[in-house]
């Protein structure tokens, strides 16, 4: 899966996001941790931020999943 126009990590190569990175909203500072998953959009824990539906947005300010980046740990 890649994002047209994906001004997030990478630009968008997903490749490069690892399964179990954590990804932070560049307009909320929300985090997405994998290990948790989401709730508010239903998304069991395990599922890689590549593997999120295509619907997903910020739980927290409804941004665009491209607005995420990779926290380095």
Known sequence: MS???FEGSYLGDDSRIEADAKLECKICWYVYDP?????VW??????????L?????????DGDRD????IEE
Not at 53 to 61: A, K, M, T, V
């Open 3 to 5: 994002f047209q126009g």
């Open 35 to 39: 290990l948790k998953g989401d709730e």
């Open 42 to 51: 239903q998304v069991p824990p395990g599922t890689p931020f590549v593997k």
């Open 53 to 61: 539906p295509d619907f997903w947005r910020c739980p927290e300010c």
């Open 67 to 70: 607005q995420f980046m990779v």
